[in-house]
């Protein structure tokens, strides 16, 4: 990200439709909102992530001598559009919803307020971004909830589609939870702890189990924890781990953390057998971690089943996503500026009715319990509206109109999502370190109840219109259903 020129990073009809407004000299100031439309994997809840790198891109984005170079030889754009190009800088404005916040489906994670040709150009490096990060950090909140409060170590890289997946993925798993991750230029970029112990070529190289473990203790005394599945875990490895533990007591060594770990077989069993041989050898302390094509199924299974673990290295089903491997974010138009610089709403309209957008220029409320400090629903609406906490709020479902909710003045607070990132061009925002970030995740996470965090049939979180709004969009879906009767 901080090498590359990414500004090419986007879809040829973005730039065909760039030049289609430029030379119809229509480049009026629009809004588009990005959202998405279902939690991956049945969640009930997803986490922002990837707005530092929308960030980069943004503050990065310029036509290079060599990008223009480029769209001249593919014979479709004209000189006025290509010296258009050469000046190219972003003038708008940005609002969203900071990284690390509990998000749900249809509402806006992120809003571009730009002239359309610049709104347009962005679409696909936004989406690009966010869909990848919100999907890995989402993937990784459940791991880790599944975990049951137990260290979950990103250890996705080798299998990630990509250097940019697996470096930006372990950005999003910290983000989501991960107490570290193997990728060492994930350590260096973003500051995040680094993890890891060693392979079973390790094992292999010397002439012996107990040499190889022997001479990794020697190495790193502090942080000692031998892979005892090379040959046999039960007879072979677990024994072979003692007598070093052993050893290193008896010359007065005090490792602050030391273990083993697991990476093939009945997890399960081996766990508890290991534990019941470690606690019977006095090393009571002694971790257990493993590994071996782990997700959040597989960790709530084994813990039903009483394993012993207690940290777990999680990698090609969390780097990937496996089970939902796409975030499934959208870009859509949802107002323009008229001449009175008044935004006009505009709606897309779908016989899905899942695809029927929120028009106009909106902003998000959450709504929490004042007693509980726990989310009560989000509350979509207009940008300028404005709620007296101390007055009673109604909400109702868009969909089902008839469910209804009144909660009483003074038992409610609410708290603005989207805030400014970028205001005429200008970035306004600073944003937190990753760490600073995760904090605040676990935190958001908190806010959430359990039902709602569930891995199976999670309770849906109610995403509400405004009266406002809810009026808008029914008078627009009237107005194009009398259209099309004409």
């Not at 109604?394 to 469910?403: A, C, Q, R, S």
Request: net charge negative.
């Amino acid at each position: 990200m901080h090498s590359r020129n990414l500004t090419l990073l986007t879809d040829l009809y973005e730039l065909t439709m760039m030049q289609g407004y430029f030379e119809k000299q229509n480049n009026e100031v629009v809004i588009f909102d990005m959202f998405f439309r279902e939690n991956p994997d049945s969640a009930g809840y997803s986490i922002m992530a990837g707005l530092d790198q929308v960030i980069e891109y943004i503050k990065n984005l310029n036509f290079t001598y060599e990008d223009v170079d480029y769209l001249r030889n593919l014979g479709i754009f004209t000189d006025n559009f290509l010296n258009y190009l050469s000046g190219f800088h972003f003038s708008g404005s940005i609002y969203a919803i900071p990284e690390g916040t509990a998000v749900f489906p249809k509402e806006p994670l992120l809003k571009v307020i730009a002239p359309i040709m610049e709104a347009q150009l962005v679409e696909t490096a936004i989406l690009n971004i966010i869909n990848h990060q919100c999907l890995i950090a989402t993937k990784t909140s459940r791991v880790v909830y599944a975990a049951q409060g137990d260290g979950i170590m990103e250890f996705g890289l080798r299998r990630a589609q990509g250097p940019d997946a697996g470096l930006y993925g372990a950005r999003a798993a910290m983000i989501g939870g991960c107490v570290g991750t193997s990728n060492v230029l994930a350590g260096q970029m973003f500051d995040v702890p680094v993890m890891g112990t060693h392979a079973h070529s390790w094992i292999m190289s010397f002439p012996d189990e107990y040499t190889a473990f022997k001479a990794y203790a020697d190495l790193y005394p502090n942080a000692c924890t031998l892979l005892v599945d090379t040959y046999d875990t039960l007879k072979s490895g677990i024994p072979n781990a003692i007598r070093i533990f052993q050893e290193m007591k008896e010359a007065g060594i005090k490792p602050k953390s030391y273990g083993i770990r697991l990476d093939s077989g009945d997890l399960a069993y081996l766990s508890k057998k290991a534990r019941a041989m470690l606690d019977e050898a006095g090393f009571p302390d002694a971790v257990i971690a493993a590994s071996n094509d782990l997700d959040e199924y597989l960790i709530h299974d084994l813990k039903m089943q009483g394993a012993t673990i207690t940290s777990w290295g999680v990698g090609t089903h969390l780097i990937t996503s496996k089970n939902a491997p796409s975030f499934g974010g959208v870009y859509k138009l949802a107002a323009i500026q008229d001449k009175n610089g008044t935004f006009v709403p505009k709606i897309k309209i779908s016989e899905n009715t899942v695809k029927i957008t929120n028009p106009g220029n909106k902003t998000i409320f959450r709504i929490y319990d004042k007693r509980s400090g726990k989310m009560k629903a989000d509350l979509i609406c207009f940008a300028d509206e404005t709620f007296d906490t101390e007055q009673d709020l109604f909400l109702f479902d868009p969909v089902d109109t008839w469910k209804k909710t009144r909660l009483k003045g003074g038992t409610y607070t609410m708290r603005e999502l989207l805030v400014p990132i970028f205001i005429n061009g200008e970035c306004v925002y600073q944003s937190p370190s990753v760490m600073e970030i995760a904090s605040y995740c676990k935190k958001e996470k908190e806010t959430l109840w359990e039902e709602t965090r569930r891995l199976f049939y999670p309770h849906k979180v109610h995403v509400d219109l405004s009266q406002k709004l809810f009026d808008v969009k029914e008078h627009l879906l009237n107005d194009m259903s009398m259209k099309e009767m004409e």
